[in-house]
């Protein structure tokens, strides 16, 4: 009976003590940050491109310029059909002999409005086709504009870029009376658009 009133005791103290005890339980907090945006995911926003393209006048004969160039490109994406941007780049004449009226100057430097965006939803495929229209001057060459149509492979957001461009440029420094103040080149376009 003593052992039973012990066992009693003993218990109705642990009884009491849970009754009394705190149980806290701390859960982690949420850190004070913003949350995590998958940029790649985004169907808006800020978007980049880099661009190296190369290319000729279409004279077809002697007079031929060529010249190669990089170029990058940033601006607000829409949606995945319109995009707006600004362009700076690097352009040089390669053969120039018969365009420019100074021939240790070989390069120019384009400042140009960039508009572009896909002809498809690129959300289901891999690879779909683009349009883009350069507006724009460069430094010591002239006004020129550039449409280009070419094919995306990739994502929306990351996405390499493979076009055939043709720009229309005036050569404000032309050397030679029978050499054409406007120009048109052909170009490929390579590039990377994130």
Same mark, same amino acid.
């Given at each position: 009976?003593?052992?039973?009133?012990?066992?009693?005791?003993?218990?109705?103290?642990?009884?009491?003590?849970?009754?009394?005890?705190?149980?806290?339980?701390?859960?982690?907090?949420?850190?004070?940050?913003?949350?995590?945006? *998958?940029? !790649?995911?985004?169907?808006?926003?800020?978007?980049?491109?880099?661009?190296?393209?190369?290319?000729?006048?279409?004279?077809? *004969?002697?007079?031929?310029?060529?010249?190669?160039? $990089?170029?990058? $490109?940033? =601006?607000?994406? #829409?949606?995945?059909?319109?995009?707006?941007?600004?362009?700076?780049?690097?352009?040089?004449?390669? !053969?120039?002999?018969?365009?420019?009226?100074?021939?240790?100057?070989?390069? !120019?430097?384009?400042?140009?409005?960039?508009?572009?965006?896909?002809?498809?939803?690129?959300? $289901?495929?891999?690879?779909?086709?683009?349009?883009? $229209?350069?507006? =724009?001057?460069?430094?010591?060459?002239?006004?020129?504009?550039?449409?280009?149509?070419?094919?995306?492979?990739?994502?929306?957001?990351?996405?390499?870029?493979?076009?055939?461009?043709?720009?229309?440029?005036?050569? *404000?420094?032309?050397?030679?009376? *029978?050499?054409?103040? !406007?120009?048109? #080149?052909?170009?490929?376009?390579?590039?990377?658009?994130?």
């Amino acid at each position: 009976m003593k052992s039973k009133k012990i066992l009693l005791g003993l218990m109705l103290l642990l009884g009491v003590s849970q009754a009394f005890a705190q149980n806290d339980v701390r859960l982690p907090q949420r850190p004070n940050r913003p949350a995590y945006h *998958d940029h !790649t995911q985004l169907e808006s926003g800020f978007w980049c491109a880099v661009e190296a393209q190369g290319g000729s006048s279409i004279l077809f *004969d002697k007079r031929n310029a060529v010249r190669a160039g $990089v170029s990058v $490109v940033g =601006g607000y994406m #829409f949606n995945e059909f319109i995009k707006i941007g600004m362009g700076l780049g690097g352009n040089c004449y390669l !053969t120039h002999n018969d365009v420019m009226r100074d021939n240790s100057v070989a390069w !120019t430097m384009p400042l140009y409005v960039d508009l572009r965006g896909n002809f498809a939803s690129q959300d $289901v495929r891999n690879c779909v086709p683009y349009w883009s $229209v350069d507006f =724009g001057a460069a430094i010591n060459d002239g006004v020129f504009i550039s449409p280009t149509i070419g094919l995306r492979f990739g994502e929306t957001r990351n996405s390499w870029l493979l076009g055939l461009s043709y720009t229309v440029s005036q050569i *404000d420094n032309n050397k030679s009376r *029978d050499y054409p103040a !406007t120009v048109g #080149f052909a170009s490929l376009k390579v590039g990377f658009e994130f």
